[in-house]
């Protein structure tokens, strides 16, 4: 069974940083790719970053230049870097592994972590 366990979330200040990480049960090469998303209250969970096995990374527009996902191979985890935050940074972050069962159906099966709140105060 697949666990993504996040960790690193909390309370800053505008302007401030954060690491999120993200542990994967098994090796993160058994996925497709890995990423973060985030949900505030009252919107929907929408992609922060995506780091696929192959290709580029890809980000948001609202975190790009601010933001950096990386994989840590050893560990099995995924990292998000957080620099300059800004209030609307504000959700719940949630880590996702993907695994793509049929490509030219676009049919993935994604996998969740529980959440780690980050709140920014302005």
């Known amino acids: 069974q697949v666990q993504l366990v996040e960790s690193g979330g909390g309370l800053v200040q505008a302007g401030g940083s954060l690491r999120l990480s993200c542990a994967a049960s098994?090796?993160?090469?058994?996925?497709?790719?890995m990423g973060w998303y985030r949900q505030a209250p009252g919107k929907q969970r929408g992609m922060v970053a995506i780091?696929?096995?192959?290709?580029?990374?890809n980000y948001a527009d609202s975190v790009k230049g601010r933001f950096t996902i990386s994989r840590d191979n050893a560990k099995n985890a995924v990292n998000l870097q957080m620099n300059s935050l800004k209030p609307e940074d504000t959700a719940v972050y949630y880590c996702?592994?993907?695994?793509?069962?049929?490509?030219?159906?676009?049919?993935?099966?994604?996998?969740w972590g529980q959440g780690t709140q980050v709140t920014v105060s302005s």
């Open positions: 098994g090796s993160i090469f058994s996925y497709d790719s």
């Open positions: 780091i696929p096995v192959r290709g580029t990374t």
């Open positions: 996702n592994a993907r695994v793509i069962k049929n490509p030219w159906r676009g049919i993935a099966e994604d996998y």
